[in-house]
């Protein structure tokens, strides 16, 4: 089993629908959690990010922290097709390597 | 702020064959990471440099190395290169004084290995 685990996809949602984007993790000494949009053909670039439990709210982004379920979440309201790219969860522990763990990631198509 | 810069952007080499790929750091950007991204594996982590020492190493054959310079710039190498290590490498940074994973990513060297 992979530390962070993630649906790949493809998800495909029409234009306007709330789109829900999910990671579970086994590791609880995870405290910092990170949300990554990817377009093709670039790098990564983070989009939200949250400390230990709780919600993070950024526009049409909301970021969900369940550390008690080890379970993360995106949610993307009023979805657009410039939306349409891979979301990469990761995250870190407070302490030791400075290194985050990342999911594969799960590509969003936002049809019009 | 400038990003940070990847070269080269797109490369083809054969079977056996070395590249080095260069990475320029955001302005006060310490840290430098190295990614191996595939359709299959997902972003894979190669190696950290802060303050040109290795800090951190993933699980990758010796084949695969790096160094930083002291402007903080950083090289990776692959030498006798195989199929499998056609891939996105990316280069990613850090200034953050606490571990909390904030990285900024350059746009990768997309390796094609024939």
């Known amino acids: 089993q992979k530390e962070v685990e993630q649906d790949p996809g493809p998800l495909s949602v029409p234009e306007g629908a709330i789109v829900s984007l999910n990671c579970t993790y086994s590791?609880?000494?995870?405290?910092?959690f990170m949300w990554y949009r990817q377009y093709s053909r670039k790098g990564p670039e983070l989009l939200m990010y949250t400390y230990s439990s709780g919600n993070k709210e950024d526009g049409r982004f909301t970021a969900q922290v369940d550390k008690s379920s080890k379970y993360i979440s995106l949610f993307i309201r009023d979805s657009q097709p410039s939306d349409s790219a891979t979301y990469l969860c990761a995250m870190t522990t407070s302490g030791g390597s400075y290194i985050p763990t990342f999911g594969r990631g799960t590509s969003l198509i936002v049809h019009p | 702020k400038a990003g940070v810069t990847q070269t080269p952007r797109y490369l083809i080499k054969t079977r056996g064959q070395q590249v080095t790929l260069s990475c320029s750091p955001i302005?006060?950007?310490?840290?430098v990471s190295w990614y191996q991204q595939t359709p299959g594996q997902g972003l894979q982590f190669l190696f950290e440099?802060?303050?040109?020492?290795?800090?951190n190493k993933g699980n990758f054959p010796g084949r695969f190395s790096g160094r930083q310079f002291s402007n903080s710039r950083s090289e990776m190498n692959v030498s006798t290169l195989e199929l499998g290590d056609s891939a996105l490498y990316l280069c990613a940074t850090s200034g953050a004084a606490l571990n909390t994973g904030e990285l900024f990513f350059g746009e990768g060297s997309r390796l094609t290995v024939l």
């Open positions: 590791n609880s000494a995870f405290q910092y």
């Open positions: 302005s006060g950007h310490r840290s």
């Open positions: 440099y802060f303050s040109e020492t290795q800090r």
